[in-house]
């Protein structure tokens, strides 16, 4: 059983502040930047390939899902455990997608709140997996096994 709320008989609420985080990390990006120069630029490249992985992370994660695929942290009735893919390296590939993204965001922009607000997002996926999991692990008896050898939210970072 979690600590964590369930915001709603599918999480909802959840979903409600993930919208609210990410339309404040993009706008964020817009403020201006923070620094300039030569490290402006080597971070507008960082932050556009962490961009790009990001996407690519977060949209490999939705086709792998196919027709398990919901915004809400609670499982689609009828849906299958996804273990292959991008799902037999990381639990949460769509959440880890967004949290890179957005890094790659602040970094791209030069945007020392669009940053911050990256790791709140990140601290935000962590308690919100967490509470999924709980409903994961109701849901489907080989979960835990899952969740034993499977990283959490980005494949390559522990």
């Given at each position: 059983m979690s600590h964590l709320p369930a915001l709603g008989p599918r999480g909802e609420g959840w979903v409600a502040i993930q919208v609210v985080l990410l339309v404040a990390i993009a706008a964020a990006g817009l403020l201006g930047p923070a620094w300039s120069g030569a490290v402006r630029v080597?971070?507008?490249?960082?932050?556009?390939g962490l961009v790009i992985a990001g996407l690519v992370l977060a949209v490999r994660g939705m086709v792998d899902l196919r027709d398990a695929l919901t915004p809400l942290p609670y499982p689609r009735?009828?849906?299958?455990?996804?273990?292959?893919?991008?799902?037999a390296r990381a639990r949460h590939p769509i959440y880890g997608g967004l949290i890179v993204g957005a890094f790659g965001w602040g970094c791209l922009t030069a945007s020392v709140v669009a940053l911050g607000l990256a790791v709140a997002l990140l601290a935000f996926f962590e308690a919100k997996s967490r509470r999924e999991e709980v409903w994961l692990v109701e849901r489907f008896a080989g979960y835990p096994a899952y969740r034993a050898r499977t990283r959490r939210l980005i494949p390559w970072i522990g």
């Open positions: 080597v971070s507008s490249v960082v932050g556009l009735d009828g849906a299958e455990l996804v273990e292959t893919g991008v799902y």
